[in-house]
DNA sequence: AGGGCTATGTAGCGAACGCTACAAGAGGAA
DNA sequence: TTCCTCTTGTAGCGTTCGCTACATAGCCCT
């Protein structure tokens, strides 16, 4: 009998591309078993049962988004808030972050209504966030901390209002925040 | 045989009431049905298929939205941005609000999703509220629409680090915008 | 060599899912 | 009265769900 050596470790990142392209929503087992090349009866075998399996891959994401961060860190730092915010923004944008978003959705919704593992994962993807903002801020800037929370709270206004469909809300926003230009 | 003459008018307040108190990711008809007083068949035959069945109760609710924002409007304006903000926060942590906001990130995902009816919902319900936040803007604001939207996004923001358990660095980020104060 | 232990395949369980077929009661129309 | 339409109940279809029972092939240890 053919012994792959299939691990948590070799299934996470595959587990992991199937939901980034279908959801959180209808991952259910065979689906997912059939994307990392297995079987649900293995999935279970590995991860315990689905809970734990769910648990484990939103924290194996959380990585890959903190790791998608690092990549995006620029050496050289920004000058104003403006600029901050502008890089930010053109990051938020490219279409690897995209798939990241539309999961996020579904981390924030299962976060708000007390599913395990969820609110874990996401407050961890917004803390290595955060910090990787406070790194991006202007070096002569004068509240670094606040106003990468500031900046923060910003971005993320303006991302749930563009999931929605009111982007040009919140650009009017931003415009208006004195943050960003035309 | 009785007839109760169950229409999708009375069937869907209580529809509604089922999925904000258990969300719509788990809405399956036997249990709606149920919590309506009625059968899975019955749901079917008022509705035609689940798909409509919740993309009506989805403008259900954006409808109840709108009345509560409508209930909430004080008749006098509040004299400054931050004024306003404050009103607006509280606003959003009373208790009968949470059970929307529960359901939003629900909304939120499912529009970020491309699931038929959630982007129009959502749509709705903000465009709804952008009004609201427009008519509650300070009477002598240099540019209502544009701090309307600003408020918006940063309120939007807010609301969901929130969600996801960083209450505090949306309070720090607002204390930062100079808008809120200790 | 033999006995565990780990990893895997096959098959299937009971439950829930969306939805449908069929029959039947109630009320109005002819 | 007779028929026809609207509304409802009962039963069940086929599928998918998470999970389990059981068998078995390879590996290491003694």
Chains 1, 2 share one sequence.
Not at 60 to 83: E, N
Request: glycine fraction near 12%.
């Amino acid at each position: 009998m053919p012994q792959p050596q299939l691990s948590r470790e070799t299934l996470l990142p595959r587990l992991a591309a199937h939901v980034l392209e279908h959801g959180l929503g209808g991952a259910s087992l065979r689906p997912l078993a059939r994307a990392a090349g297995t079987s649900d009866r293995m999935l279970i075998y590995h991860f315990g049962n689905k809970e734990t399996l769910i648990t484990e891959l939103l924290g194996y994401i959380a990585g890959l988004y903190a790791g998608a961060l690092d990549a995006a860190l620029g050496s050289d730092r920004p000058a104003t808030r403006q600029d901050c915010l502008a890089r930010i923004l053109a990051e938020g944008s490219k279409p690897a972050m995209q798939a990241f978003l539309v999961l996020w959705w579904d981390i924030v919704a299962g976060a708000a209504r007390g599913v395990p593992g969820y609110r874990e994962a996401a407050q961890e993807m917004m803390t290595r966030q955060l910090a990787w903002l406070e790194g991006q801020m202007p070096a002569d800037d004068p509240d670094p901390a606040g106003g990468a929370r500031y900046l923060m709270t910003l971005i993320e206004g303006a991302l749930m209002l563009g999931a929605v469909g009111h982007d040009d809300t919140a650009q009017q926003g931003l415009l208006a925040s004195g943050l960003a230009s035309p």
